[in-house]
């Protein structure tokens, strides 16, 4: 079985990061893509199995203005994070028709329905709550470029994004991406970087790879994971919160199963 990241660019105007990982967890692509093409051919040679593709892109959005429920719920929970999610809704002109990640989930013949039973599936994440739950941070990193941020601030929270990453070697749930050489060229990548424009094609790709461990994870232990919304005014999948940090109705139960 296969687990893909999809960090997406919602208009498609933007490079698109694509990492797959196999089943053990094992880094075995990444890479950025262009166009729906690209982005197709980048993924087609892991999806022809059994699959789970995760896109950082609404695959499902009805409501004509505003946000999503999904949005709504998942931000009571991660909006003291900093991690809230962005509205999605049909009055922008990027979901006034099919979304961009639904018209690639179904040119892949994927089920997109988070509860499906079938074998080749795709559901929508969010890489920053992932990983405020994930590695238990009191905020999201500030890796994205925005106004007041300098080079060496967003050098240095991606790195720390990337040292989380790779981190996770040592969970139940492991990933193992420091032997594959293109994550190491990343990290070289970053490294050097003195331009902002050198950390922004980095940041896709690492993007892909924190989809591609929640689709991992969330394989692993469903338990262990909220579906905020539903597939019928769109959903979003992420890591749940530990219990002390999230709602203390909401219980986390512990257990993770091996995926073949």
Known sequence: MHFAGVDLSWAGRNPTGVAVLDASGRLVRIGA??????????????????????????????????????????????????????????????????????????????DMDPYSSATRRAIEVYP?????ALFRLPRTLKYKAKPGRGVDQLKSELLRLMDGVEGLAQTAVALQVAPHPGWVSLRRQVTAARRKSDLRRAEDPVDAVVCAYVALYAESCPADVTIYGDFATGYIVTPSLPAERSDPHRALVDGCKHVD
Not at 42 to 61: I, T
Not at 128 to 132: D, G, N, S
């Open 128 to 132: 920053h709550p992932a990983t405020v």
């Open 33 to 110: 893509a262009g166009d729906d093409a690209a982005v197709l051919a980048a993924l087609r040679p892991y999806v022809q199995g059994d699959c789970l593709v995760a896109f950082d892109a609404p695959l499902v959005v009805t409501n004509p203005t505003g946000q999503r429920p999904a949005e709504t719920a998942l931000n009571r929970d991660f909006r003291k994070f900093e991690a809230g999610a962005h509205p999605a809704n049909t009055g922008k002109p990027e979901f006034s028709d099919v979304p961009r990640a639904a018209r690639l989930a179904r040119e892949l013949g994927l």
